[in-house]
């Protein structure tokens, strides 16, 4: 019964994940979408004004769904150690999107898509080695073969060479593995709830001073008009707090492989919900990408001979077993 109840909660989480990672691979073609059919709302659509409206708003929204007051409650409940974890979550939360938006500026988005799945690989191994959680041979060859294929063709892509903004993108997946990580700490203490809303609401407060500081007041000059607050209401519940709440309950209880085997899909949602909705095909480079990634997962999930894969002791703590 037991090992029954053990699968159904893995394939729970897997399906959260999953559902997440679809809403996260929508973000980008449906903004873009949006930019190119909103009218005079379009032109207010822009990295930054989403962010911070879409992230201040599903804040709000998730105080006033699960109610102001036990959320208060729990947050004064807190120790200080837990609150010094939860600073943490704000600000990688606040960081990550400053170092794409500011990758954006000197590097393409193909080489962000492709990039990032650094995230993926880095996660891995940090679980290894915070975790203990086992890699086999063959997955820390699959990683090899992502990681060096990707690094490759965005350097020959690139005319032998590497954009700053490209090591900046390898950054912010760096910032994003160690994301992962303590959330998944802050979860054990946290509830869904009170995360999701400090996670959105203080991160964007936190991103709207920072960029102000970066770019000055005049960066958000169109963030204020009143049909792209109630476009990116919509936004917030549908992209932002669905593919959150479905992400941290996926990764609460899934294992460190299985978040970094699944995460390594994103692209190619990304890509076909950019074929679907904007009529955009793969170039040959992410042709390429997309190839070298396939292989690598391949590789990574066959069975090494005479050995089980299994949850390490921290993984099932971390899960809630």
């Known amino acids: 019964m037991i090992p029954l109840l053990g699968m159904a909660a893995r394939n729970k989480s897997t399906i959260s994940i999953l559902v997440a990672l679809v809403c996260f691979a929508l973000a980008s073609p449906v903004v873009k979408l949006l930019g190119e059919t909103g009218g005079e709302v379009g032109n207010a ?10 992230n201040l708003l599903a804040g709000i929204m998730v105080l006033v769904s699960f109610g102001a007051k036990g ?3 729990e947050l004064v409940s807190f120790k200080p ?5 939860l ?9 990550y999107p400053g170092l794409i938006y500011t990758a954006l500026e000197s ?18 191994l940090l679980a290894w080695v915070v975790f203990r959680n086992v890699l086999n041979r063959n997955e820390l060859i699959g990683f090899g073969i992502i990681g060096a294929g990707v690094l490759s063709i965005v350097y020959i892509k690139e005319m032998y060479m590497f954009r ?3 090591m900046v993108v390898l950054m912010a997946a760096a910032v994003e593995a160690v994301a992962i990580v303590v959330s998944k700490e802050t979860l054990k203490f946290c509830s869904l709830r009170t995360f999701l809303f400090v996670r959105n ?3 964007a407060i936190a991103f709207f001073v920072i960029a102000i500081q970066l770019y000055g007041a005049h960066h958000f000059a169109e963030a204020f008009h009143p049909k792209l607050w109630l476009l990116m209401a919509i936004y917030s519940v549908v992209i932002i707090i669905l593919g959150q709440f479905m ?3 996926g990764i609460k209880s899934a294992s460190s492989d299985v978040v970094s085997n699944l995460t390594m899909i994103t692209p190619f949602l990304t890509l076909a919900f950019a074929f679907l909705l904007l009529g955009e095909t793969p170039d040959l480079y992410e042709s390429i990408a997309i190839a070298v990634i396939l292989t690598g997962m391949i590789v990574a999930k066959i069975k090494v001979k005479g050995k089980d894969e299994t949850v390490t002791q921290v993984d099932k703590s971390l899960s809630g077993g």
Request: hydrophobic share 55%.
């Open 45 to 54: 659509i822009s990295f930054c004004n989403l962010l911070f409206i879409g």
């Open 87 to 95: 600073l943490v979550c704000i600000v990688i939360a606040a960081l």
């Open 201 to 203: 609401f203080f991160s």
């Open 247 to 249: 992400w941290y309950r």
């Open 164 to 166: 700053n903004g490209d």
């Open 81 to 85: 150690k837990q609150y010094l974890i």
């Open 107 to 124: 590097t393409t988005v193909t080489n962000v898509v492709m990039l990032s799945r650094f995230e993926s690989i880095l996660y891995g």
């Open 71 to 73: 959320i208060v409650k």
